[in-house]
């Protein structure tokens, strides 16, 4: 088996270690906070998210301990309207196959390391402009490179460079251009 494939079955396991017994140790006579009871016609599918001014229902993904869902934002997995637990490990391993695609991937995990950078990082605009010129010099990838480009207009645009700001929106535009050029050369 390769490497994904080993932490995807990881994940799933830990997930369900997390879930089965808490379904299990539920009791099974009550009725289900939220859910369908058995005769009961089927109303429209529960999305699991709370709609403004209608009041949480116990074990929706607004419980305490779990992330808060930003408004506007709808869950929308495989297992909509299934039981709120299931409902949460579904979202929980959608979570977790978004961090092995930024882990995996370099290009992504590159820029995530970007953006610390020049945010989490508590540093001057000066410090931060001189690391991204030094880290511009020795970086290939062309994605990379445009993020940086982007991330030092953005400092240059703050500190009122405008002419440094033209620089580097120049010289991505000419990278990038070459870089296609190559590419259409290649096709014929």
Same mark, same amino acid.
Do not use: W
């Given at each position: 088996?390769?490497?994904?494939?080993?932490?995807?079955?990881?994940?799933?396991?830990?997930?369900?270690?997390?879930?089965?017994?808490?379904?299990?140790?539920?009791?099974?006579?009550?009725?289900? /906070?939220?859910?369908?009871?058995?005769?009961?016609?089927?109303?429209?599918?529960?999305?699991?998210?709370?709609?403004?001014?209608?009041?949480?229902? /116990?074990?929706?993904?607004?419980?305490?301990?779990?992330?808060?869902?930003?408004?506007?934002?709808?869950?929308?997995?495989?297992?909509?309207?299934?039981?709120?637990?299931?409902?949460r490990m579904d979202v929980?391993?959608?979570?977790?196959?978004?961090?092995?695609?930024?882990?995996?991937? /370099?290009?992504?995990?590159?820029m995530v390391a970007l953006?610390?950078?020049?945010?989490?990082?508590?540093?001057?605009?000066?410090?931060?402009?001189?690391?991204?010129?030094?880290?511009?010099?020795?970086?290939?990838?062309?994605?990379?490179?445009?993020?940086?480009?982007?991330?030092?207009?953005?400092?240059?645009?703050?500190?009122?460079?405008?002419?440094?700001?033209?620089?580097?929106?120049?010289?991505?535009?000419?990278?990038?251009?070459?870089?296609?050029?190559?590419?259409?050369?290649?096709?014929?």
């Open positions: 088996m390769n490497r994904k494939t080993v932490v995807l079955l990881l994940c799933l396991a830990v997930a369900a270690l997390v879930v089965v017994p808490y379904t299990l140790g539920q009791p099974q006579d009550e009725p289900r /906070p939220g859910g369908r009871q058995p005769g009961q016609p089927q109303d429209e599918p529960r999305s699991g998210v709370r709609q403004p001014g209608q009041p949480r229902q /116990p074990g929706s993904p607004q419980e305490p301990g779990m992330p808060p869902i930003q408004p506007g934002m709808r869950y929308r997995g495989a297992f909509t309207g299934t039981h709120p637990e299931i409902e929980m391993l959608q979570v977790i196959q978004r961090m092995r695609h930024v882990c995996f991937d /370099p290009e992504t995990s590159g953006g610390a950078m020049k945010d989490d990082v508590p540093r001057k605009s000066e410090a931060v402009i001189k690391d991204f010129e030094d880290l511009l010099g020795k970086t290939k990838t062309l994605g990379l490179r445009n993020a940086i480009r982007i991330a030092l207009k953005d400092l240059y645009k703050a500190q009122g460079e405008q002419e440094k700001v033209l620089d580097m929106l120049r010289a991505m535009v000419k990278e990038n251009d070459a870089a296609c050029q190559a590419e259409t050369k290649e096709k014929k």
